[in-house]
């Protein structure tokens, strides 16, 4: 079963744009992971978010996780063509014990940035 | 350093056969995991190794089944195929930090027809 939502399903915007997507989870966590995946290819990693931390950042990319509403948000800023993809968050979740590395992926996020 | 190495990408197999998926971690990580992707079901967890040993495993059928070697390579299996089987099957790797960042390979398709 899926774990959590990202929300919004698709997102269209145009290049120099900001996008923010957000995810929302069910269960404790040990952390949070974002990946990027193009049509058809693997999972690319992107940020992870511990339990207690707040806020992330990584090049044009912000991470925030609300443990407390259980939820996360990714913002891309200044968007370009080639950030065209689904983003998936990903949970690590507590009850899995420490180092057990299961994940589970919420439905994803499609992200069209128009030239 | 090389990634996390899938093969093959691509495969065609026909209801009933057996399919054999192989995955190479990261040089030094001792977790692989397995993932499948279809458009229905999303990404959903199948099962993950750590020295040889499966630690955890996901709710999918008998059918599916994995194993690691003393080299920390995997391989997934799934047997008498079924339709609904058709699907990306990733494999991750990591390593044992704190920060347990998991890392995807670029899957394998496989259709069942």
């Known amino acids: 079963s899926q774990q959590g939502e990202e929300d919004p399903q698709a997102l269209s915007i145009q290049e120099g744009e900001n996008a923010t997507m957000n995810c929302s989870y069910k269960?404790?966590?040990?952390?949070l992971q974002w990946y990027r995946q193009n049509s058809g290819r693997g999972l690319v990693h992107l940020i992870l978010i511990r339990s207690n931390e707040r806020e992330k950042h990584s090049g044009r990319l912000r991470v925030t996780l609300d443990t407390s509403k259980k939820s996360s948000s990714l913002l891309i800023t200044a968007s370009r063509a080639a950030d065209t993809a689904s983003y998936f968050c990903a949970t690590d979740p507590s009850y899995s014990g420490a180092g057990s590395y299961q994940l589970t992926f919420g439905k994803g996020t499609k992200l069209s940035v128009i030239p | 350093k090389a990634g996390v190495t899938q093969t093959p990408r691509y495969l065609i197999k026909t209801r009933g056969q057996q399919v054999t998926l192989s995955c190479s971690p990261i040089?030094?990580?001792?977790?692989v995991s397995w993932y499948q992707q279809t458009p229905g079901q999303g990404l959903q967890f199948l099962f993950e190794?750590?020295?040889?040993?499966?630690?955890n495993k996901g709710n999918f059928p008998g059918r599916f089944s994995g194993r690691q070697f003393s080299n920390s390579r995997s391989e997934m299996n799934v047997s008498t195929l079924e339709l609904g089987d058709s699907a990306l099957y990733l494999c991750a790797s990591s390593g044992t930090g704190v920060e347990n960042t998991i890392y995807f390979g670029e899957g394998s398709w496989l259709t069942v027809v």
């Open positions: 269960t404790s966590i040990n952390n």
């Open positions: 190794y750590f020295s040889e040993t499966q630690r």
């Open positions: 040089s030094g990580h001792r977790s």
